[in-house]
């Protein structure tokens, strides 16, 4: 994956945001931001700025965002990394899909009190997110992002 590569996803693409996170991209998103608040942030942070609002898109500078056409969340995302020649990443579901942090392992005791008795009996292997503190585990929805995930890597190398 081309690491250098980090967005800035305005609140109109909020379902591409998870997307992105789940593929391993760094996607940042704010809701309720002006025009201006992006444009800044995007510059500050060197982000790209993935937009569907035109007017904003024409404020960006060039090469500096990209103009999003699909309506689906999943064809966004198709588009994008296709736009963007973003092809295999290592982090493919290791960001936090809330906050966009790379998550940790941690031990399963540090969870006992923060996920259900039967999530906790059946999973040996936890991980949280260091910034918002949510906790994932490889449950069955995880084996349904993993054949996602590869699916959505089938369809880009197309």
Excluded at 137 to 157: D, P, Q, T, Y
């Amino acid at each position: 994956m081309n690491d250098e590569i980090q967005f800035l996803v305005d609140e109109n693409l909020l379902g591409l945001v998870r997307q992105l996170r789940m593929m391993g991209v760094d996607a940042a998103s704010y809701k309720s931001l002006s025009d201006d608040e992006l444009l800044t942030i995007s510059e500050k942070e060197n982000r790209i700025l993935l937009t569907k609002d035109r007017r904003l898109f024409h404020r960006i500078p060039e090469g500096r965002g990209y103009l999003v056409q699909s309506e689906p969340p999943e064809e966004q995302l198709l588009e994008v990394l296709k736009h963007f020649s973003i092809g295999e990443s290592d982090e493919a579901l290791a960001r936090c899909f809330e906050c966009n942090t790379l998550i940790e392992e941690v031990p399963k005791e540090s969870v006992r009190d923060r996920v259900d008795a039967k999530t906790f009996a059946i999973y040996d292997v936890f991980y949280e997110c260091p910034t918002c503190h949510r906790i994932y585990w490889e449950g069955s929805h995880f084996e349904k992002l993993l054949k996602k995930v590869e699916r959505i890597r089938n369809a880009v190398r197309k």
